[in-house]
């Protein structure tokens, strides 16, 4: 799905240095914001709280992010660039199904010192009814970096009705895997996404160039 992993690991509340001024950054704001969501609560979680253990003034943090709720997400942005990045990357004799699954996989990857805090994060997503709507944007953005990559594949235009329902397929197969994941503590996030990226991919198999409308 919408894998925002971070190279920031450490989610503590920040402590400023004496005479220094703190560094901040969008990862790390996430980071100090989702260890508070998950102990203290959401709606119960102001920006001021996360400003304060940050170690930022307030309009600092409203630099990095217009609201409460888009800051779970991170730098989401970037790594829409890193999606489209590597859908670009794999050749074009590699069938777009399988395209897909790689690039599915690939993109949810989380490395094992990230594993806690991105279960942190996927639980509020999914979980926390006010973040439901922004989710909905996010999803939106998501699904047509996919759907503009079909669409390429299909010679069709992204808003076509064939790119955006592998969109709609690949969002829902990714957010299955991760209410899997997040059921089961034990389970393996890459092969749950692997599983669902594959089911998917055998009705994409389908799709040709030479099926699609031109």
Not at 62 to 72: A, D, G, M, T, V
Not at 112 to 123: A, G, K, L, V
Not at 155 to 174: E, F, I
């Amino acid at each position: 799905m919408l894998s925002m992993t971070t190279k920031q690991s450490d989610a503590r509340p920040h402590r400023p240095t004496p005479g220094r001024r703190p560094i901040s950054s969008r990862a790390r704001i996430s980071a100090v914001a989702i260890r508070l969501f998950s102990t203290r609560g959401f709606d119960e979680t102001s920006v001021d709280d996360i400003a304060e253990a940050a170690g930022i003034a307030r309009r600092t943090l409203f630099r990095y992010y217009s609201s409460k709720n888009e800051i779970p997400w991170g730098e989401f942005d970037a790594h829409l660039d890193e999606l489209r990045e590597l859908l670009a990357r794999i050749p074009d004799d590699i069938p777009m199904a399988d395209a897909l699954v790689e690039a599915l996989v690939s993109f949810n990857r989380v490395p094992p010192e990230e594993i806690d805090n991105h279960r942190r994060r996927m639980s509020l997503l999914l979980g926390v009814p006010a973040l439901q709507a922004h989710s909905m944007i996010m999803y939106a953005d998501w699904r047509q970096v996919i759907a503009g990559f079909c669409a390429a594949r299909l010679h069709m235009r992204p808003d076509d009705h064939l790119p955006q329902t592998v969109g709609w397929l690949s969002l829902g197969a990714a957010l299955a895997a991760y209410e899997q994941w997040l059921a089961h503590p034990g389970s393996d996030l890459e092969e749950l996404i692997e599983t669902g990226a594959r089911a998917m991919a055998d009705g994409v198999a389908a799709l040709t160039a030479a099926d699609a409308p031109r």
